[in-house]
C-alpha cells in the first residue's frame, strides 16, 4: 500500500482563559498500514464541541486531559482505506474518537470505532442530530427533564447542535417553548423551527434583564431549563421556575474561558421552596437511550419533524479556528470540519 | 368558661438583615368560648424553627408571609381546654399550627389540628423527632439522598433538630457519616451518636479550609450531601462530591439574614461533569411517608438508635430570643419553647 500522511492537531500549550491559535500545533505524521486486528480511516469529517475546553486543561474530569505535544482527539466520521480486522471491509463508513486529524491506524477498541448504521443520512449527522449532541438532548430533556405537555422549557445555547434538538423534541412532546440565543439571525431561525418565543440574550443584556426578557417569554413560568450556558441564564431559569421545576444542567459554555472562579447564582435558596433539581448531564450516563434515540429521531427527520443546521469550516487547517468560534457562538446548529 | 387570656407574639417589623427584639411585640388577647365546631387549646409547647425567617418578608414563597400586627403562626402541642367538635375532647393533646401564642380557639381545620398519636413519647417530640423536623430528614435523606450502605453521608447544621436525625438515620442504613456543626460541644455530642467524623466549622474557617476539613473527614469522596447550612458548605460539598452524589437542599441558615443577594459556589460546573443532583425539599410534598416514617422512628427511638437532645427556652417571653439563636447555633438538637 502506498504510504497515507495525515495532518493532525497537537496541544502546543494549556490555555489560560480563552484558547489562542498558539496553542496548537498542525503537524504532518506517516500512517502505517494496519497491522493484524487494525483498520486505516480516512477521515471525512470531524466535529469541534465545547466540552473539548475542559480536556485542554490539566484537570482530572469526565475525560481525560489532553497530553501537551499529543495529537487531540474527538468525534470523526470516514472511510476504512485498509482493514486487519474482520469486522471492517474497505469503504465501510465508520465513526471513532479519532478527531483532529485527517487519517489514522488503529485497532477498533482503542478508538471507539463502530460501523455508521444505514440511515438515509449523511455521515456527518451522526456528528450531530443523529449522534453525540443528540442523544445528549434526547436524554437529557426526556429523562432529566420530563417535560409533560403543556408545560413551558427553556433551553440556553438554542442555537446551538444540543440546543436546536431540545427546542424542537420540546415542541414534539407538546411543549411551550422558549429559546435563549445570541443574534436576530438565530433568534429567526429558532422561530422558523417552531419555538414560540426567541431571547435574543446578545441584545437583552444579562442580569436582570435576562430574567424580565425570561419572564415575558414564558409568561406561565418555566417547568423546564435545560442549561448549556450556565451563570446569568441559569440564574434567570431559577428566577422564573415553577414549583418542582427541573434543569437537566449540561453545559455552561459562558465560564469555560473564565480564568476565575466564577461565582454561582445569587438566588440558590429559591431551590428549596420551589423544590427545583438541577441534575448533571454527561451523554455516557444514557447509552441505554441509543436504540429509542434512532429510532424517534430517524422517523423525526424523514417526517420534518426534526430539522437541522450544519455550519462548516473547510480542512484541518480550520479546525481551532471552528472550536474558538463556539465560544462566540459562530455556529448554527451543529459546528463542523470538513476534511475530505 | 371562665375567660382565658392569651399572650401571643406579633410580628412588629419586617426584619432586614438579623432580626432585632423590636421586630416583635407581645400582646394579650382574651380567647374566647369556642362556637359549634370550634375548639379551644391551651399550648403546652412551641418551636421556633429557620424556615419563618423567610415568612418575616413580604415575599410569596411556599408559606405565606406573616402580617404585620398580626400574630404569627407556627408549629405547636397543647391540650383541648374546651369543646365543640365531636372529634375532639377535653384533656386531649393536639398539635396545630397556632404556635407563638399561649391558647387559643379556633376551627381545628382551620390550624391543622391534629390528635397526637399515643407512641411513648413526650408531646413536644411531635414537633421535633417525631414531627415536621423527623419526617423532614427521613424523606429528604431516602427518597432525595438514596444513601447506600457504604457510602458517605455528609449532613450540614449536624448538630440542629434536622441534621442530627440524618445523621443518625444515615448510621442506620450502613453509611459512613460526616457531619458538620459549629463548636466542640455539639462535635463531641455527634460522635457519642455515632457519627465517624464531625467538622467544627467555626474553627475551621470557611472557603478553602472548610473543603480541606470535609476532604479529609470524608476520605472516599461525598455520595450523600444533606444541606441546611448552604454557602461554604455547598460548595465544599460540590468540590468534594463523587460522580452521581446526590444532595437534598433542606436549608441554607447561613444565608437567610443577608440583607443583599449572596453569590452562588463558584464550582458550579463540576454539576455536570460529577452529574450530580441537587433538589430542593420541603416536607409537604413528602406527607405520604408520614406513615413508614412514624413506624420507624417509633422503633428506633424504642431501640436507642435514635437520640435525640432539646434546647428548651422557658415561657411565651423568650420566644423570639430562642428563634434569634437559631443563627448563632444556640441550639443543640430541637430548639422549643415551653409554654406551660
Known amino acids: 500500500m502506498a504510504k497515507v500522511t495525515s495532518r493532525e492537531w497537537r496541544l502546543a500549550a494549556r490555555p489560560v482563559g480563552e484558547p489562542s491559535p498558539s496553542d496548537f500545533a498542525l503537524s504532518s505524521v506517516e500512517i502505517g498500514d494496519p497491522a493484524e486486528g487494525e483498520v486505516q480511516v480516512r477521515n471525512l469529517w470531524m466535529t469541534v464541541d465545547p466540552y473539548m475546553r475542559g480536556r485542554m486543561n490539566d484537570v482530572k474530569s469526565y475525560s481525560p486531559p489532553f497530553q501537551l505535544g499529543e495529537a487531540m482527539t474527538g468525534g470523526a466520521v470516514g472511510e476504512v482505506t485498509a482493514s486487519r480486522d474482520a469486522g471492517y471491509q474497505v469503504g465501510d463508513l465508520v465513526s471513532s474518537m479519532a478527531g483532529w486529524r485527517e487519517a489514522f491506524t488503529a485497532a477498533p477498541r482503542a478508538v471507539a470505532m463502530m460501523k455508521l448504521p444505514s440511515l438515509k443520512l449523511p455521515p456527518q449527522a451522526f456528528l450531530g442530530v443523529a449522534g453525540m449532541p443528540g442523544l445528549t438532548a434526547y436524554a437529557g430533556l426526556l429523562r432529566i427533564g420530563e417535560p409533560k405537555a403543556g408545560e413551558t422549557v427553556f433551553v440556553s445555547g438554542a442555537g446551538g ?180
Open 161 to 340: 447542535a444540543v440546543g436546536s434538538l431540545v427546542a424542537q423534541i420540546a415542541k414534539i412532546k407538546g411543549c411551550y417553548v422558549v429559546g435563549s440565543a445570541g443574534g436576530q439571525e438565530k433568534c429567526d431561525w429558532l422561530r422558523s423551527l417552531g419555538v414560540d418565543a426567541a431571547i435574543d440574550y446578545k441584545a437583552v443584556g444579562g442580569g436582570p434583564a435576562l430574567t424580565a426578557a425570561l419572564r415575558e417569554a414564558a409568561p406561565k413560568g418555566v417547568d423546564v431549563y435545560f442549561d448549556n450556558v450556565g451563570g446569568d441564564h441559569l440564574t434567570a431559569a431559577i428566577d422564573c421556575a415553577n414549583i418542582h421545576a427541573r434543569m437537566p444542567i449540561c453545559g455552561m459554555i459562558s465560564l469555560y474561558n473564565n480564568t476565575r472562579p466564577s461565582p454561582g447564582p445569587h438566588n440558590m435558596p429559591m431551590i428549596i421552596g420551589k423544590r427545583l433539581k438541577l441534575q448533571g448531564l454527561l451523554v455516557s450516563d444514557h447509552a441505554d437511550m441509543q436504540p429509542a434515540f434512532v429510532k424517534d429521531m430517524s422517523e423525526w427527520i424523514a417526517t420534518g419533524r426534526i430539522r437541522y443546521e450544519e455550519t462548516v469550516a473547510e480542512g484541518i487547517e480550520s479546525a481551532p479556528q471552528a472550536f474558538l468560534s463556539l465560544f462566540s457562538g459562530g455556529n448554527t446548529g451543529k459546528m463542523l470540519v470538513r476534511l475530505a
